[in-house]
């Protein structure tokens, strides 16, 4: 019989999966329309998912914020993270973004540090710093082998991931304020406005079969991926999934390989492990304590 913390992860790895073929959308239909473009079907599509699964449940209660102007801020980091890592999608590989935006367990701490006032030990600022390292060595600015675009893609991944570390800091902060359910419609809504103001400026209308498919199923997948994720959370504990999220790094080379005929070189891999070994030291062994 399957326990508790065996669907935890099973949502997580499915989580994962959903995640990288999102991902892949992203990159696939980056080489064709422009990325607010994507950034719009990513968001509109969340959003009709989560009024199909919310609406039918809660009603007109997922608009009842409590804390309106810091779910607007939360849902405003969310949008930018997701176009700053499109953008660094078409500039490097797959397994290279997903490498660096494993990264977030160590922003995660060095904001709470400044938002929170949180302290750090030594061995966490020296994971801080393998985390960092890992980063460098994919990237290899001023090195052989790495080119402008790639050092703007993976600054553009870092500054994504650099959002996801606010969002995650503000939304921990704010925890009980509003349900989960009126969180995760603001996260869509809120993209998909805006979005949605921007779009026409940028439209271009999909070219085949295959880039109409990808425009339509990119949010769908998304919004999947995040209701497996809080589906995980709920079955088990976040220290039980955790490890599982690095999964999404075997997904994004099979992903990379198969659709981009992508294959990560020996630094990518390399730094892609030291950036998972300080992550999973961060997530259970470095977290700070409270001033």
Known sequence: MMTQDSRGIICMLGAMAFISVQEAFAKYLGEFLPIPQVVWARYTGHLLLMLIVLWPR??????KASNLPMQVLRSLILLIDTALFFY???LIGLAEATAIFFTVPALVIIVSVLLL????RLSTLLAIGLGFAGTLVIVRPGGGGGDESMLLGGLLVFGAACCTAFYNVITRKLAGTDPLSVTLFYTAMIG???SSAVVPFYWQMPEGIYQWLALLSIGLFGGVAHSLIIAAHQYTTASTVAPFMYSQIFWAILLGWLFFAELPDAYA???GLLVIISGLFLLYGGRPKHA
Request: net charge positive.
């Open 269 to 271: 891999y390399g730094g």
């Open 117 to 120: 006032g949180e302290k750090v």
């Open 88 to 90: 660094g999608l078409t």
């Open 58 to 63: 809660y009603g007109q209660r997922i608009f």
């Open 192 to 194: 998909a406005l805006v």
